[in-house]
């Protein structure tokens, strides 16, 4: 490989990118790196008033956003998402498979209900999104695949979170098995495992009123001593979307402010 700068790799203009649960949250922390970054940027989430909010703040910096209204857990808007990309842009360089949600029930209390939710929207939402962009960039031999898993793919965090935690760990042996699959078709498939975040999603499950003592409960735990925000998630995902990563396939990225070592 010849010599490349640091900004060289780093440089996504003319790239397309997609990330799902792109309308906050950690997600929303990813597209603005990838924006900035230079590429094309499509958020595709359930909540379409907070993208489209979203892709409008975005503007005023000079970003290019899109918003598509995608439930990830249905295969029709899957599908849809990545013809609706290639309409716009004729490439997808990069998809972040982020949506995700994380009810807190303990499993004596949970109906298939809730625990078909669950797996429909981490796991399943996951394999769609995933299936979907590879085959897309398997045709034309390149792409970079990114999924949002979590410290629960390796370890509990808490109780509670028993179905979340079976869909992590799925996701986390998916990402594995699909990056040995698309290696040789020159597409990379890598995970990363955030710890605590402070985004919307958190806000709701410890709730608002509370937020303050809680988060403070669990920075005891946290060698770095703070919870972790979006951007710290999107640093990493924008090294693992670049050429910066090119030798990078099959690899959870723990981003926990080393709390898995607690
Ligand atoms: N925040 C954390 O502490 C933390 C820790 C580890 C892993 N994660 C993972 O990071 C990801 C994002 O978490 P977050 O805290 O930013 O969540 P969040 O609730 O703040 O944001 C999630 C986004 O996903 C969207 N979404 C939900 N269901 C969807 C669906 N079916 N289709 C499309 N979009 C959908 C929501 O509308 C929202 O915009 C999740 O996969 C979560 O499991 C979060």
């Not at 990379?188 to 999603?201: H, L, S």
Request: net charge negative; charged share 20%.
């Amino acid at each position: 490989m010849s010599h490349r700068s640091i900004t060289q790799l780093f440089d996504l203009t003319g790239k397309t990118a997609v990330v799902t649960g792109g309308s906050m949250g950690i997600g929303y922390g990813i597209v603005k790196r990838l924006a900035e970054a230079g590429a094309t940027v499509i958020i595709a989430d359930v909540d379409e008033a907070e993208g489209n909010r979203k892709v409008a703040e975005l503007a005023k910096l000079q970003r290019q956003t899109f918003f598509v209204k995608t439930d990830v857990s249905s295969e029709a808007d899957v599908v849809a998402l990545i013809r609706a990309t290639l309409g716009r842009t004729a490439r997808l360089d990069i998809f972040v498979s982020n949506a995700g949600i994380y009810p807190q029930t303990p499993v004596l209390e949970m109906d298939v209900a809730l625990w078909d939710k669950i797996q429909a929207v981490n796991l399943r939402g996951m394999f769609l999104c995933n299936r979907e962009a590879a085959r897309s960039m398997v045709a034309v031999g390149s792409g970079v695949i990114i999924n949002i898993a979590s410290v629960d793919s390796v370890h509990p965090s808490m109780v509670g979170l028993a179905a979340y935690d079976a869909s992590k760990h799925g996701v986390w042996g998916f990402t594995k098995n699909l990056a040995l699959e698309v290696a040789k078709q020159g597409v990379r498939v890598n995970a990363i495992a955030p710890g605590g975040i402070t985004t919307e999603g958190v806000e709701r499950t410890m709730g608002a009123a509370n937020l303050r003592e809680n988060i403070k409960t669990f920075e005891e735990r946290i060698p770095l001593g703070r919870f972790g925000e979006p951007d710290d998630i999107a640093t990493v995902a924008l090294f693992l979307a670049s050429d910066a990563s090119a030798y990078m396939t099959g690899e959870l990225v723990v981003v926990d402010g080393g709390v898995l070592l607690s």
